[in-house]
């Protein structure tokens, strides 16, 4: 079955470390997304990418970082520099990254920092 | 980005039609507007999107305004699995990358059997 995995599901780590988020697709497409939803609010896109090897910071990059070396790889990493880094964290990809393009959603890690 | 506004929640029975609204009085021409849901603890998932005229697929029916200020998403039969938010995204069909769903807090969806 095509689709967008993420692991793990629950991630816990203690505060000041870094910790690295999976997202693979075999779905062939292009355009990758990393969002972050907090309790009772929508998602906000922390990094985006066209293409292989290049990536764009979204609406919320500062304390993230993110790699695109392989078109069904988009791994993100929650580095020490995120102040409030608990939250829900969500892949999406689409085939190429226009506008009108559906974006298709990963299940999701939770990331609690204790 | 155009806004859209949306009641907060919504309440339906099991089996009949859920119409959701969402007012986007400040949308462009070339906005499309596309509805996403997410159930809980998942993944939003796309449900629907149209620009000018309503829209009908397999899971849902989109009316849109003829000035296109509101739309409404209907549920033809509600079921237990619909319970979800469903959101009302403005999606600028000229941006070529860098487009992003600009989620708002969307309604809250809730059948009963």
């Known amino acids: 079955d095509g689709g967008i995995t993420q692991s793990p599901k629950y991630l816990f780590r203690k505060e000041g470390q870094n910790v690295t988020l999976s997202c693979e697709q075999n779905l062939n497409h292009d355009a990758m997304y990393w969002y972050r939803q907090d309790p009772g609010q929508g998602l906000r896109l922390i990094y985006y990418s066209q293409i292989v090897n290049d990536f764009q910071k979204g609406d919320i990059a500062e304390g993230y970082s993110v790699s695109r070396e392989k078109k069904e790889s988009f791994p993100l990493t929650v580095t020490s520099a995120q102040k409030n880094p608990t939250a829900f964290y969500l892949c999406a990809s689409s085939i190429r990254g226009i506008s009108t393009d559906t974006q298709y959603f990963g299940p999701g890690t939770r990331l609690t920092v204790l | ?113």
């Open chain 2, 1 to 113: 980005d155009a806004k859209t506004t949306q009641p907060n929640s919504m309440e339906s029975n099991e089996e009949e039609p859920v119409h959701l609204p969402c007012n986007h009085s400040t949308i462009s021409g070339t906005d499309y507007i596309h509805w996403y849901r997410q159930l809980p603890s998942q993944g939003p998932e796309y449900v629907i999107h149209g620009l000018t005229s309503n829209v009908n697929n397999r899971m849902a029916s989109l009316a849109i305004a003829e000035d296109r200020k509101s739309s409404t998403l209907i549920l033809h039969r509600a079921t237990l699995r619909d319970a979800a938010v469903y959101y009302c995204i403005l999606r600028d069909g000229t941006r070529e990358y860098g487009n992003k769903l600009v989620f708002g807090a969307g309604t809250i969806l809730r059948v009963k059997s």
